[in-house]
T-cell receptor, first 116, second 113 residues
Framework: GESVGLHLPTLSVQEGDNSIINCAYS??????FIWYKQESGKGPQFIID?????DKRQGQRVTVLLNKTVKHLSLQIAATQPGDSAVYFC???????????????FGKGTKLSVKP | EAQVTQNPRYLITVTGKKLTVTCSQN?????MSWYRQDPGLGLRQIYY???????DKGDVPEGYKVSRKEKRNFPLILESPSPNQTSLYFC????????????FGNGTRLTVT
């Protein structure tokens, strides 16, 4: 299988509990943020996004919170299920950040492990 | 079904033997991009394209080439692969650069011996 989960921070939760995955972003000028889920052997899958004019956005069982003051993004997963086990990445659009301007810049990810 | 398709899924080759990884999207997206993913380093951008015949270097372009002759296709070319290019590669596309979700393919696992 793929080894993308190696060397990552791990969050272990009990099935049915809520999960909170955190991400610190780099660029105060970033105005678009995304969360991705990557399961073993698959490409990253879009979960939810948020723009900088919002501080909260909800989807199905997921909520993203944005705190621009401290450049912090979090993903909350309600009633975590075994199928939620994966690596989760945040991304910012890094306006005027080092590298390619305006391209998404990804965090290294957090591995979520759900215990049955 | 809206998707990004990469081929092949797995590829084992030898140093110096030219190879191409194909990528195609059926969503009429203008923006396409290639990433490599290595343990501990996350997703790093190789090249991207904002439209047909427009390509730009990402953060790790050395040893790679791309082309964008048609909107739907964005192949990644390794003219002379080396072992340090052993990695997991992803192609992705989006409607807009940096302002809409990227849709990823399922990856190509490349091993260069």
């Amino acid at each position: 299988g793929e080894s993308v989960g190696l060397h990552l921070p791990t969050l272990s939760v009990q099935e049915g509990d809520n999960s909170i995955i955190n991400c610190a972003y780099s660029n105060s000028a970033s105005d678009y943020f995304i969360w991705y889920k990557q399961e073993s052997g698959k490409g990253p899958q879009f979960i939810i996004d948020i723009r900088s004019n919002m501080d909260k956005r909800q989807g199905q069982r997921v909520t993203v919170l944005l705190n621009k003051t401290v450049k912090h993004l979090s993903l909350q997963i309600a009633a975590t299920q075994p199928g939620d086990s994966a690596v989760y990445f945040c991304a910012e659009n890094g306006m005027n950040y080092g590298g390619s301007q305006g391209n998404l810049i990804f965090g290294k990810g957090t591995k979520l492990s759900v215990k049955p | 079904e809206a998707q990004v398709t990469q081929n092949p899924r797995y590829l084992i080759t030898v140093t110096g033997k030219k190879l191409t990884v194909t990528c195609s999207q059926n969503m009429n997206h203008e923006y396409m991009s290639w990433y490599r993913q290595d343990p501990g380093l996350g997703l790093r951008q190789i090249y991207y394209s904002m439209n047909v015949e427009v390509t730009d270097k990402g953060d790790v372009p050395e040893g790679y080439k791309v082309s964008r002759k048609e909107k739907r296709n964005f192949p990644l070319i390794l003219e002379s692969p080396s072992p340090n290019q052993t990695s997991l590669y992803f192609c992705a596309s989006s409607l807009l650069q940096g302002n809409s979700p990227l849709h990823f393919g399922n990856g190509t696992r490349l091993t260069v011996t």
